[in-house]
């Protein structure tokens, strides 16, 4: 089946540092790319939604110069959380899925884990 | 709008009994559903999709889910629960534009041996 590809799995850096999150999709080509947030025992929160070649959009209450997402390539998105502080430690996950093929499912990668020392 | 609802935030069976993990759907056309699995500090993984086809939809690990349009349901099952079920089970709706999911809030299933 559809592999996404996530990475790191997990990250800890101290406050200030900038850490960049890849998503890739190993199989498919991934017309859009959706980055979710999670917080403990909680459900997904959007974040983005990524087309390829175009900005994303983001979420009401999601801070676009804090949380800069990149879609170059239809096999490729990144996240980067800038300037990173301990309140932004979460769990990130992203998925894509191929839009030109109709009700297609989302293609989770496996997240990773920021934590904000 | 869309939306689904998990009307179960924890549910626990005993191994070999039967699984049911409950979602109701709001729709204002032929939605696309699906479940996911997600196991500790992992992504989601796709159990099955409904897309408009047959009703009764069979995915992996031996789970199904039935489509119900006269009760907006779409309830998960599986006849005998394994350890390895014991995770948190998400139900979503497509949009009807084809590009955004709505997510419920999610159930964690508990298996006891």
């Known amino acids: 089946g559809a592999v996404v590809s996530q990475h790191p799995s997990w990250v800890i850096c101290k406050s200030g540092t900038s850490v960049k999150i890849e998503c890739r999709s190993l199989d498919f080509q991934a017309t859009t790319m959706f980055w979710y947030r999670q917080f403990p025992k909680q459900s997904l929160m959007l974040m983005a939604t990524s087309n390829e070649g175009s900005k994303a959009t983001y979420e009401q209450g999601v801070e676009k110069d804090k949380f800069l997402i990149n879609h170059a390539s239809l096999t490729l998105s990144t996240l980067t959380v800038t300037s990173a502080h301990p309140e932004d430690s979460s769990f990130y996950i992203c998925?894509?899925?191929?839009?030109?093929?109709?009700?297609?499912?989302?293609?989770f990668g496996d997240g990773t884990r920021l934590s904000i020392l | 709008a869309q939306s689904v609802t998990q009307l179960d935030s924890h549910v626990s069976v005993s191994e070999g009994t039967p699984v049911l993990l409950r979602c109701n759907y709001s729709?204002?056309?032929?939605?696309?559903l699906f479940w996911y699995v997600q196991h500790p500090n992992k992504g989601l993984q796709l159990l099955l999709k409904y897309t408009s086809a047959a009703t009764l939809v069979k995915g992996i690990n031996g789970f199904e889910a039935e489509f119900k349009k006269s009760e907006t349901s779409f309830h998960l099952t599986k006849p005998s629960a394994h350890m390895s079920d014991a995770a948190e089970y998400f139900c979503v709706v497509l949009s009807n534009t084809g590009n955004q999911f709505y997510f419920g809030t999610g159930t964690s299933l508990t298996v006891i041996p």
């Open positions: 998925s894509a899925r191929d839009n030109r093929v109709g009700n297609q499912p989302q293609h």
């Open positions: 729709s204002s056309y032929s939605p696309s």
